[in-house]
T-cell receptor, first 112, second 112 residues
Framework: DTAVSQTPKYLVTQMGNDKSIKCEQN?????MYWYKQDSKKFLKIMFS???????INETVPNRFSPKSPDKAHLNLHINSLELGDSAVYFC???????????FGSGTRLTVV | SQQGEEDPQALSIQEGENATMNCSYK?????LQWYRQNSGRGLVHLIL?????REKHSGRLRVTLDTSKKSSSLLITASRAADTASYFC????????????FGTGTRLTIIP
């Protein structure tokens, strides 16, 4: 069983479109995260949710809206996609804040 | 801003040799962690060392932490081809700012 699963794995879309990435974890963790990895492999946190409550919003443009329907799911919706949004997006979860993250396999988003 | 910076950016060694990677960071931390990322995959947690610890071992991995110099090192002994990956250090600044901030990564290549 995959501990943290993201869908889709690849996403190619045109500028201006709206898209969603889904994430689910079956580890029973309380905290979930979204990270963005750019072409230079630099990882930057975007959002963090603890028990469905937003606790970190790292100055991400409001075109990005996370939604956590329950503590096992954290989805990412992106409006009006821009070329600069092209990256790999990783979902992660942890039982304790800031410790021992389990990552999903990533979603490679390409905006054309 | 980037919290951690790994050194070297890339390292190639023969199988069986030891590999050492270093990480420097800027702020006070609660813990420091190392992760491995194989090409096209998510990150995998390797080891966590707390700010009051100086050294930790896990199998062929040895991590040291020097909080006075704000630096850490990861030693992989008796390297194997399967160790080929990118290695990232990540720091958690603790209460009120519990999130992992990742470094720039070291690309390790083990030559069979």
């Amino acid at each position: 069983d995959t501990a943290v699963s993201q869908t889709p794995k690849y996403l190619v879309t045109q500028m201006g479109n709206d898209k969603s990435i889904k994430c689910e974890q079956n580890l029973g963790h309380d905290t979930m995260y979204w990270y963005k990895q750019d072409s230079k492999k630099f990882l930057k946190i975007m959002f963090s949710y603890n028990n469905k409550e937003l606790i970190i919003n790292e100055t991400v443009p409001n075109r990005f809206s996370p939604k956590s329907p329950d503590k096992a799911h954290l989805n990412l919706h992106i409006n009006s996609l821009e070329l600069g949004d092209s990256a790999v997006y990783f979902c992660a979860s942890s039982q304790l804040l800031g410790e021992r993250y389990t990552f999903g396999s990533g979603t490679r988003l390409t905006v054309v | 801003s980037q919290q951690g910076e790994e050194d070297p950016q890339a390292l190639s060694i023969q199988e069986g040799e030891n590999a050492t990677m270093n990480c420097s960071y800027k702020t006070s931390i609660n813990n420091l962690q190392w992760y491995r990322q194989n090409s096209g995959r998510g990150l995998v947690h390797l080891i966590l060392i707390r700010s009051n610890e100086r050294e930790k071992h896990s199998g062929r991995l040895r991590v040291t932490l020097d909080t006075s110099k704000k630096s850490s090192s990861l030693l992989i002994t008796a390297s194997r081809a399967a160790d080929t990956a990118s290695y990232f250090c990540a720091t958690d600044e603790g209460v009120g700012n519990e999130k992992l901030t990742f470094g720039t990564g070291t690309r390790l290549t083990i030559i069979p």
